[in-house]
């Protein structure tokens, strides 16, 4: 069994994106600007906000935060994203989901320029993902086909099977390693909460991506031996192990399914820190205007 370190993995990619940034300094460039926008006091909503600084910071990208008041008026957030779309000063920007109730999510994600979509919601470039076009990838699926990628996992012809069919994640990464493309070219099957025998269809994967934000469900039952089994969840738990008195599980039961995956990501530790790193990479090609010229 291989376990898949996206940690180090996230290390050598912030690494690389620090020197060009550095190199852009050096030649009198501003280099790139990532702006969030956080509505409300949510604790999950202002860790991931706080790592994405922190990662601006490691980097050496230029990172700004607007935060909102949970009780902020539509009208009062396409306001701050007209003033961001039309900011010169900022390359890409996002705005950290979930909203609350009063605020049509779907609207705002609509209002957000495509050039500066580094989260890659906006219909345009999830359309253009779909056609293979040139468009910002979603963070965490970018970050598992990196993973793929840099482990050289084969994809073409395996049966992959998606647990979750998120906007976020399982439809985009379903879409992705469909694609004729390397990561790609996957029979992949989809399954949700109106999916039959669910757990005959895990293990017929050859690949199994669980995003489906249930802990520890997939079990050693379920899993095919040397399937490759990438892991999105994320779950904080009580824990007497810990000094802290908690610790973080996946959506799989990692001790049994390890001892018959052939790869698998640990939580934490596998997916998580990829996605950070991904929207630094997206962040970077609005820089350089890789996708809208
Ligand atoms: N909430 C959970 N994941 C994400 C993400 O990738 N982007 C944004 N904007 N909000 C999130």
Do not use: W
């Amino acid at each position: 069994m291989i376990l898949i370190d996206g940690k180090e993995i996230a290390r050598q990619i912030k690494s690389e994106i620090a020197a060009e940034i550095a190199e852009m300094i050096d030649n009198g460039e501003t280099g790139p600007h990532l702006a969030a926008v956080l509505v409300g006091d949510d604790p999950a909503s202002q860790t991931y906000v706080g790592g994405k600084e922190k990662a601006c910071r490691d980097v050496g990208m230029i990172s700004s935060l607007y935060k909102l008041p949970e009780n902020v008026s539509e009208k009062e957030l396409t306001d701050v994203i007209d003033y961001l779309n039309n900011d010169d000063q900022v390359d890409g920007f996002i705005v950290q989901l979930p909203l609350p109730g009063q605020i049509d999510e779907k609207k705002i994600l609509q209002r957000i320029h495509p050039a500066k979509d580094v989260d890659g919601f906006h219909p345009q470039n999830y359309g253009r993902m779909a056609l293979n076009l040139p468009a910002y990838i979603p963070a965490t699926p970018y970050g598992i086909l990196q993973l793929i990628e840099r482990y050289k996992i084969e994809t073409s012809g395996k049966n992959c099977v998606v647990l979750g069919r998120s906007h976020i994640v399982g439809s985009p990464v379903s879409i992705l390693l469909s694609r004729k493309a390397y990561p790609g070219n996957a029979t992949v099957t989809v399954c949700h909460s109106s999916t039959k025998d669910l757990k005959e269809k895990a293990k017929q994967a050859d690949i199994l991506i669980v995003a489906m934000g249930q802990k520890e469900f997939v079990t050693g039952d379920m899993v095919k031996k040397d399937a490759v089994v990438i892991d999105v969840g994320i779950h904080r738990v009580p824990s007497e192990k810990t000094k802290s008195g908690f610790e973080l599980v996946g959506d799989v039961k990692f001790d049994e399914v390890s001892k018959k995956a052939s790869f698998i990501t640990p939580v934490p530790g596998g997916v998580g820190p990829m996605t950070i790193v991904s929207l630094l990479l997206n962040t970077l090609k609005a820089y350089k205007k890789e996708i809208y010229k």
